[in-house]
């Protein structure tokens, strides 16, 4: 199996878009990942995978922590900016919440610490325990078959 054929059949999840920012020396690093999960209850933890190129990575692991910033459909600017594939930062921008920058706009802000990590083949999946969340009603930016998407209405019952 080739990467492109691997690639398309996991293009057939829709999923949602994050934006993972963290603080470090004072500035704000942000990267678009849809690789992103709730994981447990009790206590509140939800996973990430980071690619070992990334610069997030060694990020994360300096400043310990991280916050998930989940997208709406207006913040597609916001994901290609982020992703590498925009260079527009008109249509971001942050607040503090408890030290950590988190993205203005966005469906819902998850600030998080590091409760583990495993590398896993060329990704780093980090395990974030849940400090502080904020959410708002919207509607989510999606991505599916490698191409930005939206929710259409009405939802299925
Ligand atoms: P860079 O490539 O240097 O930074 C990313 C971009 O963000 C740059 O354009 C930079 O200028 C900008 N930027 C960073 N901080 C700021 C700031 N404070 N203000 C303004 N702009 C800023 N990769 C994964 O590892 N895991 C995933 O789950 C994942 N999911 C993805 C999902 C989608 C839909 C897309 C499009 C890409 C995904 N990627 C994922 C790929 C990842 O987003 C890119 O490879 C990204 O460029 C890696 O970022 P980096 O940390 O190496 O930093
Ligand atoms: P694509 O067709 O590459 O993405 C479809 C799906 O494949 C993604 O949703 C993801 O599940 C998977 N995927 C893609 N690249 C991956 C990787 N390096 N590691 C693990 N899973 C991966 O869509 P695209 O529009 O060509 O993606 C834009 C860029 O963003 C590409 O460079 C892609 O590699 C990167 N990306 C990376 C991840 C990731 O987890 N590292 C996820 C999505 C996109």
Not at 1 to 21: H, L, S
Not at 45 to 61: G, V
Not at 89 to 95: A, G, L, T
Not at 142 to 153: H, M, P, Q, W
């Amino acid at each position: 199996m080739d990467n492109r054929t691997f690639r398309n059949a996991m293009g057939k999840f829709a999923t949602g878009v994050t934006v993972i920012t963290t603080d470090i020396d004072g500035e704000v690093h942000g990267m678009t990942a849809n690789a992103f999960m709730s994981v447990s209850l009790n206590p509140p933890l939800i996973l990430i995978s980071i690619d070992e190129k990334a610069k997030m990575l060694s990020k994360i692991k300096k400043s310990g922590c991280f916050s998930v910033n989940i997208l709406s459909e207006e913040q597609q600017e916001v994901s290609m900016l982020f992703a590498g594939q925009s260079s527009d930062k008109e249509n971001v921008s942050f607040e503090k919440r408890n030290g950590n920058s988190v993205i203005k706009e966005s469906l819902a802000n998850i600030i998080c610490t590091v409760y583990g990590s495993q590398v896993a083949g060329d990704h780093t999946l980090f395990i974030g325990e849940v400090e502080d969340v904020i959410f708002r009603d919207g509607k989510p930016l999606a991505f599916y078959e490698g191409k930005y998407s939206r929710l259409t209405t009405p939802q299925l019952t």
